[in-house]
């Protein structure tokens, strides 16, 4: 089969195309014939394995998995013998948050795994995109965050891959979502549902004297330290991305202060429930996939190199041609 392989961390010029051997399904996995996969900016972080902290978890020297790709949309072509929820034929969706494997034509997954059928009126674009911002941001708002009703939330990178479905999801909750995003990308997250846009070329939100409930860092450009003026008396400050310094900011918020910091690895919290969540959403028109650009899968280098300007709307997308 078709597949990008990563030996070395690197520039995207590590990710070579290759063929490798098709993986069989062990007992308790289904075997998935990729049609869409996604590119994010964790990916590019594993890639080059930065912050240092991914060597410590995936690999000191090199990459312990050599086919990256975390989420997926596809087609179950084999079963496992002890398999009962799915068959062949079966279109679905999921995650493989430790193992990875998506950039892949296959894939091989647990049935217990975070795997569900997708939405009925889904493509496989649209499914794979609302594994990626979709499952991410319904971690940090709902279960990190627990967003009520009324509440003031403030998303930074708010027309990227996960601000986008956490604008979306922020109004499902009733919460007052002011986005944060470049002028460009004003209409659409406006579409989305933010009640405000502040463009960050012109305006610095942590001098306007506003405050907020929640701060969601969707792009992880900013700290605690830097915004916990903009957050309420006992607010919430949330980022992507996993630092040192979040991890103490955390520690110390935890025990001396009632504004708290706050990170979650989400990946490794989902479960199929999520899925059938983000599906029902979709299929009753209160959440829509956001497809920025489409790459085949040979142009994996393109579709990193591109996700690293930063300027990438909603989801990049990999496709699988044949």
């Not at 708010?158 to 009733?174: D, I, M, N, P, R």
């Not at 040192?244 to 706050?262: D, E, P, R, V």
Request: glycine fraction near 10%.
């Amino acid at each position: 089969m078709r597949a990008i392989v990563c030996t070395t961390y690197g520039s995207p010029d590590v990710l070579q195309f290759k063929e490798v051997d098709q993986p069989e399904p062990k007992d308790d996995e289904v075997r998935i014939k990729l049609h869409a996969a996604i590119v994010t900016p964790s990916d590019c972080a594993f890639r080059k394995a930065d912050p240092f902290i991914i060597r410590l978890m995936y690999g000191l020297r090199k990459p312990k998995h050599t086919i990256l790709g975390v989420e997926f949309a596809g087609e179950i072509d084999a079963v496992g013998k002890s398999v009962t929820s799915f068959r062949a034929g079966d279109r679905v969706s999921g995650i493989s948050p430790t193992t990875f494997g998506a950039y892949a034509e296959y894939i091989c997954v647990p049935e217990a795994g975070t795997l569900a059928a997708f939405p009925a009126h889904a493509s496989y674009e649209e499914a794979v995109g609302l594994c990626d911002g979709g499952l991410t941001a319904l971690i940090f708002l709902r279960d990190t965050a627990r967003l009520q009703r009324g509440q003031k939330i403030l998303i930074n990178g708010a027309s990227g891959s996960v601000g986008a479905y956490a604008v979306q999801l922020a109004k499902y909750f009733g919460a007052e979502v002011t986005g944060v995003c470049s002028s460009n990308n004003a209409a659409l997250v406006k579409s989305l549902g933010a009640d405000g846009v502040i463009d960050y070329t012109r305006e610095d939100f942590t001098k306007s004297g506003r405050t907020y409930d929640v701060i969601f860092d969707a792009v992880g450009k900013g700290s605690f330290s830097q915004y916990r003026g903009s957050l309420s008396p006992h607010g919430i400050y949330l980022t992507t991305v996993p630092s040192l310094g979040i991890m103490l900011q955390m520690l110390w918020t935890s025990k001396f202060s009632n504004q708290k910091a706050k990170f979650t690895a989400s990946g490794l919290q989902q479960k199929k429930g999520n899925l059938a969540f983000l599906a029902e959403l979709f299929e009753t028109g209160q959440m829509k996939a956001v497809v920025d650009r489409r790459f085949p899968l040979e142009q994996m280098a393109e579709a990193h190199r591109y996700v690293e300007t930063g300027r990438k709307k909603g989801n990049v997308v990999i496709t699988f041609g044949g």
